[in-house]
């Protein structure tokens, strides 16, 4: 079966001059945005670009069966049933101090110690190669994911908390405290003592000013985050009591990744547009402006940005490094090559074929594998894909088996569920449509009967050969069972730009979720029918697939206050989502980092953010 894909790719790869319209190769802005411009058109926590593929090949039911019984306790730590909610924790809680160097490797994603005194080196310059360019420096413009801004982001302000990877809990950051009894009024404390680098503090108005800047700006990408703190009482100057629109059993978890990142009003007032809110002078040289471990230097769009140490950072002994050095590199491959030739001490990357290569050579690698993952979107109020039945052919065309082993040589995961095996939130029951041919021709012939002619459409890709390589084979697959479709392989800023202004009708992206509430976020559609959008549509609902079965579980997920209400709640979205097929899952990809034996520390967030306060090199 291989072989046949493979010829009918190769095919379609001859006839790309007439099939496929590509951009160039050189690196854009993955946000679709010069720096400077002061919108916010950033690039997103879903990750644009390089997807993979997925495996199983049963149908997605008619309807949706009966919940799944909650997993057991072998699936991980669970939420308890306790309404009191206290994360505090002192640094002496945090971990043991032990921190991993060379090839001794620890649980990706561990915070082990946010101490800074254990005798490591210190100084030295760390260059880390980025998946791409941010689109600058205001948080509001960020989506806070690891390959496109939020370790840059962590380092110049910190955070509030920090979300562990591998156990759950939220550790103190900025923030000392948040606590509640109702999971719905909740009393944040912050530490006291810090300044922002222009000297002014880091207080309760500072941070009520920063989520109003969230709420109201321009295009901002977290407002509907900031949008879930419906009041903020300031109690003194370091504790705030806030109340959320509604009992939210998740609601600390905003201040750990998009909101966790806090600004000087005084640097950012300064040039401020009354109109927007947004300051494009502070966007590309944020002087001033954050209370983190690093201090900003220097900025060179799509070549570098330079950050160097805090001497004032509240934490002693921290951060370890003297300086950091961010190097966008868009393809997988270059950036691989360029570890490889010395010039990065720690990189990103998705591709595991590169992945492998690091760890089967011991090299250092720390990796995760997430919930939901990458996927082919596809506009949902768009033709063809407005209709379940387009949308159900092109999921059961694709052999998902087979484009892994074309596309990433058989290395990534490609499951028929939503959410990963192992995770506490897996249904098995909610099954993804696989490979059917027979089932993929039924669902054309009902497609095309209601489009009242035949299916085809244009995709989009980036310039990544790797993508274009997955997304000529998808074309090819569908081609097989008689779908026409082309491709537009594009520079990703271009190819973002498009899918946030709603004229894209098919693209890769990604979407990593720890907690399923993210996708609270990617599907909710205040819908009043199945494929109709009502007002309050998230504005990160990109595919605009809108349900109100979607709406009503992700609330019951979200407003749960035991891990059996929470669960009920993400088994009935996943079951209406494996019936609705909004997008086609193609695989959960490994991500991670791989870094040389000069550098220790490497502890991740929940997005694969990574701590630079705690990594040290020499």
């Known amino acids: 079966m291989k072989y046949?894909?493979?010829?009918?790719?190769?095919?379609?790869?001859?006839?790309?001059?007439?099939?496929?319209?590509?951009?160039?190769?050189?690196?854009?802005?993955?946000?679709g945005m010069e720096a400077g411009a002061g919108t916010a058109t950033s690039a997103p926590v879903q990750e644009p670009g390089d997807t993979g593929d997925d495996g199983p090949e049963e149908p997605a039911?008619?309807?949706?069966?009966?919940?799944?019984?909650?997993?057991?306790?072998?699936?991980?730590?669970?939420?308890?049933?306790e309404i009191q909610v206290t994360i505090e924790g002192s640094e002496d809680e945090v971990g043991d101090g032990l921190v991993p160097t060379g090839n001794t490797g620890h649980t990706s994603g561990a915070i082990l110690t946010t101490e800074c005194s254990d005798g490591r080196p210190t100084g030295g310059t760390l260059t880390m190669g980025t998946f791409g360019e941010i689109t600058g420096w205001d948080p509001t413009l960020i989506q806070g994911g690891a390959s496109l801004g939020g370790t840059q982001m962590t380092a110049l302000y910190d955070a509030l908390f920090y979300l562990d990877l591998t156990t759950g809990q939220i550790v103190p950051g900025l923030a000392e405290s948040i606590t509640t009894e109702d999971s719905q009024v909740f009393t944040l404390k912050l530490r006291e003592g810090i300044n922002f680098t222009d000297g002014t503090?880091?207080?309760?108005?500072?941070?009520?000013?920063?989520?109003?800047?969230?709420?109201?700006?321009?295009?901002?990408?977290?407002?509907?985050?900031?949008?879930l703190i419906e009041n903020m009482d300031k109690v003194d100057d370091h504790t705030?009591?806030?109340?959320?629109?509604?009992?939210?059993?998740?609601?600390?978890?905003?201040?750990?990744?998009?909101?966790?990142?806090?600004?000087?009003?005084?640097?950012?007032?300064?040039?401020?547009?009354?109109?927007?809110?947004?300051?494009?002078?502070?966007?590309?040289?944020?002087?001033?402006?954050?209370?983190?471990?690093?201090?900003?230097?220097?900025?060179?769009?799509?070549?570098?940005?330079?950050?160097?140490r805090n001497p004032d950072y509240f934490r002693p002994g921290c951060p370890y490094l003297d300086k950091i050095v961010f190097k966008p590199i868009v393809e997988n491959p270059s950036r691989y090559n360029a570890f490889l030739a010395g010039d990065l001490d720690i990189a990103f990357d998705r591709d595991p074929i590169n992945v492998n290569d690091a760890r089967d050579n011991g090299v250092n690698t720390v990796t995760r594998t997430d919930n939901h993952g990458g996927y082919w979107m596809l506009n949902n109020q768009k033709e063809p894909f407005n209709i379940r039945a387009c949308r159900q052919a092109a999921a059961h065309a694709v052999d998902y088996d087979t484009l892994n082993d074309i596309a990433w040589d058989g290395?990534?995961?490609?499951?028929?569920?939503?959410?990963?095996?192992?995770?506490?939130?897996?249904?098995?029951?909610?099954?993804?449509?696989?490979?059917?041919?027979?089932?993929?021709?039924?669902?054309?012939?009902?497609?095309?009967?209601?489009?009242?002619?035949?299916?085809?459409?244009?995709?989009?890709?980036?310039?990544?050969?790797?993508?274009?390589?997955?997304a000529e084979t998808l074309i090819a697959m569908w081609e097989?069972?008689?779908?026409?479709?082309?491709?537009?392989?594009?520079?990703?800023?271009?190819?973002?730009?498009?899918?946030?202004?709603?004229?894209?009708?098919?693209?890769?992206?990604?979407?990593?979720?720890?907690?399923?509430?993210?996708?609270?976020?990617?599907?909710?559609?205040?819908?009043?029918?199945?494929?109709?959008?009502?007002?309050?549509?998230?504005?990160?609902?990109?595919?605009?697939?809108?349900?109100?079965?979607?709406?009503?579980?992700?609330?019951?997920?979200?407003?749960?206050?035991?891990?059996?209400?929470?669960?009920?709640?993400?088994?009935?979205?996943?079951?209406?989502?494996?019936?609705?097929?909004?997008?086609i899952i193609l695989d959960k990809p490994e991500t991670g980092y791989y870094y040389t034996d000069e550098v220790s520390g490497i502890f991740q967030s929940e997005t694969g953010i990574v701590l630079l306060a705690f990594t040290a090199k020499g």
């Open 61 to 81: 039911p008619e309807e949706p069966a009966e919940p799944a019984p909650a997993p057991s306790d072998e699936a991980g730590p669970e939420p308890t049933e």
């Open 411 to 470: 290395l990534r995961s490609v499951p028929r569920q939503l959410m990963r095996e192992g995770s506490p939130w897996h249904d098995p029951e909610a099954t993804l449509p696989g490979y059917d041919p027979e089932a993929a021709a039924a669902a054309l012939a009902e497609c095309e009967a209601a489009l009242g002619g035949p299916m085809e459409f244009e995709t989009w890709c980036t310039t990544d050969p790797t993508n274009v390589l997955t």
């Open 4 to 31: 046949r894909w493979l010829r009918l790719v190769a095919v379609l790869l001859a006839l790309s001059v007439v099939a496929v319209a590509c951009g160039n190769d050189d690196d854009d802005d993955p946000g």
């Open 201 to 227: 503090p880091l207080d309760a108005d500072a941070f009520m000013w920063n989520i109003v800047h969230h709420q109201t700006a321009a295009g901002s990408q977290s407002a509907s985050q900031a949008n």
């Open 480 to 583: 097989a069972v008689g779908i026409n479709a082309t491709a537009n392989c594009s520079e990703v800023g271009e190819m973002v730009s498009a899918v946030f202004a709603g004229e894209a009708l098919a693209n890769p992206w990604a979407a990593p979720a720890a907690d399923p509430d993210y996708m609270y976020d990617l599907y909710w559609g205040d819908s009043p029918e199945d494929g109709v959008c009502g007002e309050g549509v998230s504005s990160r609902n990109w595919a605009k697939a809108c349900s109100p079965e979607y709406d009503e579980a992700l609330t019951m997920g979200r407003q749960g206050l035991t891990f059996e209400e929470r669960y009920e709640g993400y088994s009935r979205f996943q079951r209406k989502f494996a019936e609705q097929v909004p997008i």
């Open 240 to 308: 705030l009591v806030l109340t959320a629109t509604s009992v939210n059993a998740t609601f600390p978890q905003i201040f750990t990744n998009r909101l966790a990142w806090m600004m000087s009003p005084t640097a950012y007032q300064d040039g401020q547009d009354p109109e927007t809110g947004l300051n494009s002078d502070f966007n590309v040289n944020p002087v001033g402006a954050g209370a983190g471990p690093f201090i900003f230097e220097s900025w060179v769009q799509d070549d570098e940005a330079v950050l160097v």
